[in-house]
């Protein structure tokens, strides 16, 4: 009996395997979750993307739940949930302020001329040390902050309708509550 | 229409895997001599049906028949005809043809050459090859058709992606693939032995060569693939540990593992069924490594365009034709005999610890590659696994398996003597190890691992040696000449001599490589020098040439020695107008001692360019290793037993003297 | 006028002959740079995600090798390095793996399967010494009349 029960161990051992395959196939290898989420925002102090004279600081925003969302003017997928972002700053359900990444003045104020200006404001990051101290990979990038100044959630790639209803909205209701 | 008939040729070739598969092996089982002959007309027609619906592909690629979606995707008018038929399996669809084709001809193969093996036996063999190929059959119609239609077919297509456009794709991709495809013979022979239950030293004689000659298509395959890499990728490496780099590796592993087991089930009867577990663990880890590229479980800079229907496809054959063999494998190999009796010290004990090496080995790769997979399925975090761990699991893995192979070919079958094994041993131990220290002091760098890794290669070089002057001895009793003597030496073993003694080169060239290599980037302006190891490069300018498909910044680069002129070199940029992307050539020296290596970075202002020079001491010898390798395998493979000619004179000439 | 643009055209050339000589380095501090490719070469680049930041041409990699370059000015080392990418991009940006709970199994594994490798082979030789003679194949004498034995 011992005998013959050592020769199913391959078997064995190819199921679990197959098992994790195909979990696998529902996971994405790309995505990178954020070791932010639970821990305080990096603290950073920007000038407003439309007035270099006025400088926003992480701490301006202590006590309120607010949006950050990371976009470029030459970010191509920004473009495509640049409408839905426009739709949803209407609804007012929360502070959107924009993280201009790694561009220019001119390109940045044209842009949001062109297709809409859902923010609050948008913060100049011409070099990109605070996307980084974000943890910023892959523009565009969209991050939920709550009254104590700690990231709750981040989500990258544009928004989608989906995405909103199914993650940013209880949320918003969570940190709000 | 050639496309649709290249389709339909398909659908043909499924009606024929179908039976295939069903009537030789039932007709095995109940000792029908007419089913069991159908195996090799239908292995050799559905071979025809698959070569025609590859050559209609090739046709549409080269006529430019952009109304098919997969030439639109992956080639372009401007796409030099060769570069047309390499795009052929430039994506998913089309490379599982090449897959398909290589795995019925490796049937035809069998097919052809195997009149030796008995009807129920070559019947049952072609069968399960058989219902390989209805699984591919039924993966390439239903899910990755490459011959689907566009109906708006585009004036031009989308071109092949400018990595690919290179004489190593032409190559790379057939080889490796007749290598993978390959093992499925050892697996289709190791499952018709399970179910016949004719698992003998036979069999093992008979599996051998096709074993060995997959072998040698892996080897070439893989070297290629990182020859490839290293002048073509601009950045000087030539391994990565990729996910898709190890699911070729793995194989191999495997393979290498299985020639030696089969050496001992051949020779002496023994380890039946380890041997014809490693079969089976061989193609799966083929199989495996097609769906890991395909189905998008891995990042890799290899991965073919991914779908989660169709990894759930192979996910799916992946579990029957694994699990089917592994059961019935768990079923019937209890019961297969012991084979000849061996001590704890013999050559058998010391290729089952080489075996028990290479599968640790095989198992470290596979759980590095696939353990960010483990975690994030458990939710346990991302985490990636990248050279740094391999690199250092890897290795000492493999010193203890070198040993091994130096002590090996000494011992004698069934019982050997530690004691006069060392002795005989011992001023090859020596030599090497003092020739490794020797070499480290002259060039400088005596560090341990570079040191030991020279020491590991001389250590083989030495034990061969060893073994090579016991069999050119005088024997004593009848006078014999160093030559005849060297003619007596079975080609088999040869074989294994030259394969170790590339092994050896494989390994010197890596330490040389890894321990003596120097890069520097520097700005260049037109007549600036850099000198790296004795030789000085001498920045020419950079000037704009035209390409078949791309405009090219050349640069000219003269290289010197001593004052004397060693060549002249002309990296380039390349810009590729249809895809946009920009392609860095490097220029390389090959020589038998060192590469020199220089490519082109951004060009500054007024005519300075950014350039890095490498020199590579040895880097040619990891691929000549390799390539030795390869020629001992052959070298083995024909040996005179597995020769049908030879044996069949052999018979004859039994015959004129009986 | 003459002899000035005469002299002035000898400087000229002078100094070209000057300054075609030894390339300058593409960094302004080798030593420094070589530390900061040796770091970068075992961190991912999250773009590409296929290549190390030292040899990824992407912005952020660009970028994030500044940033290494800087941390090294200040004297900071290769540990502080590797948690400040860690804490903004988490275990996936190291290529080598850290060593914890979760990856114990990734680093004692191999050697785990090499002891049950040779564990197991132990104990079907053991097995083997025990079974009864008739339960083997007998030898070729082909193959041990061959003092080679190949």
Known sequence: MMKSLRYILPLLAFLVLAGFLARGLNLDPREVPSPLIGKPAPSFALTRLDDPATTFKRDDMLGKVWMLNVWASWCVACREEHPLLVEFSKRGLVPLYGLNYKDKRPDGQGWLARFGNPYNASLFDDDGRVGIDFGVYGVPETFLIDKQGVIRLKHIGPLTPDVIRERIEPMLKKLNA | ?658 | MHKFLLVLLAVCCLARAALANEAAPLAADPVLEARMTRITAELRCLVCQNQTIADSNADLAVDLRRQVREMLRKGDDDAKIIQYMTDRYGDFVLYRPPVKATTMLLWFGPALMLLFGFGALAVVMRRRARAAANQFEPDDPALFADPHQS
């Open chain 2, 1 to 658: 229409m050639i496309p649709e008939i290249g389709h339909f040729a398909l659908w043909l070739a499924l009606g024929v895997a179908l039976m295939l598969s069903v009537i030789p092996i039932m007709g095995a089982a109940r000792g029908r001599g007419d089913w069991m002959a159908i195996a090799r007309p239908a292995a050799t027609l559905q071979f025809v049906l698959v070569a025609f619906a590859f050559g209609c592909l090739v046709a549409a690629f080269v006529g430019n028949d952009f109304s098919v979606l997969y030439v639109a995707t992956n080639s372009n008018t401007s796409l030099p005809t060769h570069y047309r038929v390499a795009a052929v399996w430039g994506g998913h669809e089309g490379s599982m043809l090449l897959w398909l084709l290589m795995l019925t001809g490796w049937a035809f193969a069998v097919a052809r050459f195997s009149r030796h093996l008995p009807a129920p036996v070559l019947a049952r063999i072609l069968s399960v090859m058989g219902w390989l190929s209805v699984g591919f059959l039924l993966f390439l119609l239903l899910t990755s058709n490459p011959f689907d239609r566009l109906a708006n077919p585009p004036l031009d297509g989308r071109d092949l992606n400018p990595l690919l456009q290179d004489p190593g794709m032409v190559f790379h991709p057939p080889m490796l693939y007749m290598g993978y495809v390959g093992l499925s013979v050892a697996f289709s022979f190791a499952v018709a032995a399970l179910i016949g239950g004719n698992l003998d030293t036979t069999w093992a004689r008979w599996t051998r060569p096709w074993t060995t000659v997959a072998w040698i298509f892996l080897t070439i395959g893989i070297a290629m693939g990182s020859g490839w890499a290293y002048y073509e990728l601009g950045w000087g490496g030539w391994w990565f540990w990729d996910p898709v780099e190890n699911a070729s590796f793995m194989p191999w592993l495997v393979a290498t593992a299985l020639i030696h087991s089969l050496a001992v089930t051949e020779k002496r009867g023994s380890f039946k069924s380890w041997t014809v577990l490693l079969a089976i663990l061989a193609f799966s880890l083929s199989l495996l490594g097609t769906f890991l590229v395909r189905s998008g479980v891995l990042s890799s800079v290899h991965a073919f365009a991914t779908d989660p229907k169709r990894g759930l496809f192979i996910l799916g054959f992946l579990v029957l034709v694994i699990g089917a063999s592994l059961a019935l494998y768990a079923w019937r190999a209890p019961s297969v005999g012991l084979g000849a009796r061996f001590e704890w010290v013999s050559r058998e004990t010391f290729l089952l610890a080489n075996n028990v090496l290479l599968m640790a080995a095989c198992g470290a790769v596979l759980l590095g590659t696939l353990y960010p997979l483990l975690l994030d399925a458990l939710g346990m975090g991302k985490i990636s696994v990248g050279p740094p761990y391999f690199d250092t699991v890897f290795v000492p893995l493999m010193a203890p398996l070198i040993f091994l192979i130096g002590v090996g070919p000494l011992a004698r079958w069934k019982q050997a003597e530690l004691p006069q094994l060392a002795r005989r041993l011992r001023w090859a131990f020596g030599a090497a190890i003092v020739a490794a220290l020797l070499v480290s002091w002259l060039r400088g760098h005596l560090g341990i691992v570079s040191t030991l890794g020279l020491a590991m290669a001389f250590w083989i070089v030495a034990a061969l040696a060893t073994d090579l002057a016991d069999r050119l001895r005088p024997n004593g009793i009848v006078k014999t000449s160093v030559l005849h003597r060297a003619r007596q030496i079975p080609r088999a073993m040869v074989g294994m001599m030259v394969a170790h003694l590339g092994l050896a080169v494989f390994i010197f060239g890596v330490t040389m490589v890894k321990s003596g290599e120097v890069e520097r980037d520097v700005k260049m302006a037109v007549g600036d020098t850099t000198e790296v190891l004795g030789y000085t490069f001498t920045f020419r300018g950079v000037q704009s040439l035209p390409g078949p498909n791309y405009r090219a910044a050349q640069g000219t680069i003269a290289v010197t020695r001593d004052g004397k002129p060693v060549t002249t070199l002309h990296p380039e940029k390349r810009n590729f107008p249809v895809t946009g992307a920009v392609m860095t050539e490097a220029a390389i020296d090959a020589g038998f001692t060192r590469d020199l290596y220089v490519s082109l970075g951004e060009p500054l202002d007024g005519g300075t360019w950014i350039v890095r020079v490498y020199v590579k001491p040895f880097i040619d010898w990891i691929w000549g290793g390799c390539l030795m390798m390869a020629f001992g395998g052959f070298l083995a493979a024909t040996d005179r037993r597995y020769r049908a000619k030879v044996r069949q004179t052999q018979a004859a000439d039994a015959k004129v003297v009986a």
